[in-house]
């Protein structure tokens, strides 16, 4: 294992439509967070898992967005009724328990039309 | 609350020349600080932190970074920039998380364009 994968790369969906993006943390990491990047700006802070438990959300995760991590390994982002707005990079990265630094996978690029 | 300041939103530097990609903080506590580097359509890789210790740390392509707590700075520095070097750079903070957990979401910049010309 050698990094954070993602699935999708890219998607392109029509507004309204549901989406979902999967998220494979390295090995070992119990920590796995999720964060959004439009263009020209940072990385975003959406969500944060420890093991299965879901323990921060931001307020930019409307009630469209849900995650999950069902058995504490790989995860996953829904966005119900894709808006326009929601078109951006989704990020996953994930940490090792009692290490600070955290560890980007390459993405999911999302284009809503 | 916690947040970085990235003053630039563009560097430029010919190759052999050294580069400074300026970050001050704001921090409750002791600040634990990042960069990360983004290369065109992937994702961030992790350059190097300060969480104590050093006020030099040095991390990954021969990049440093210079703490500076009188000045609330962390300067991303390399003494002779290389064109590959040339990538979107975000400085980061690690958030103060929630009492009942010891994991903790990072705050980043808006991020610097380095450009290295031949």
């Known amino acids: 294992d050698t990094g954070v994968s993602q699935d999708p790369r890219h998607k392109i969906t029509k507004r309204g439509q549901n989406v979902t993006f999967r998220c494979d943390p390295i090995?070992?990491?119990?920590?796995l967070y999720w964060y959004r990047q439009t263009l020209g700006q940072g990385p975003e802070f959406l969500t944060y898992?420890?093991?299965?438990?879901?323990?921060?959300k931001s307020r930019l995760l409307s009630d469209r967005f849900s995650a999950e991590r069902p058995k504490g390994s790989f995860s996953t982002l829904e966005i119900q009724r894709t808006e326009q707005g929601d078109s951006a990079m989704y990020l996953c990265?994930?940490?090792?328990?009692?290490?600070?630094?955290?560890?980007f996978g390459p993405g999911t690029r999302l284009l809503v039309l | 609350a916690q947040s970085v300041a990235q003053p630039e939103d563009q560097v430029n530097v010919a190759e052999g020349n050294p580069l400074t990609v300026k970050c001050t903080y704001s921090?409750?506590?002791?600040?634990?600080l990042f960069w990360y580097v983004q290369y065109p359509n992937r994702g961030l890789q992790f350059l190097l932190k300060?969480?104590?210790?050093?006020?030099l740390v040095k991390g990954s392509y021969g990049f440093e970074a210079e703490f500076n707590k009188s000045q609330t700075s962390f300067h991303l520095k390399k003494p002779s920039a290389l064109v590959s070097d040339s990538a979107l750079y975000f400085c980061?903070?690690?958030?103060?998380?929630?009492?009942?957990?010891?994991?903790?979401?990072?705050?980043f910049g808006s991020g610097t364009r380095l450009s290295i010309r031949p």
């Open positions: 990265a994930s940490s090792f328990p009692g290490k600070e630094t955290q560890y």
């Open positions: 090995s070992e990491h119990n920590r």
């Open positions: 898992f420890q093991n299965e438990a879901q323990l921060e």
């Open positions: 921090v409750s506590g002791n600040p634990y």
């Open positions: 300060y969480i104590t210790g050093d006020n």
């Open positions: 980061a903070v690690r958030d103060i998380g929630p009492r009942y957990s010891s994991a903790s979401k990072i705050i």
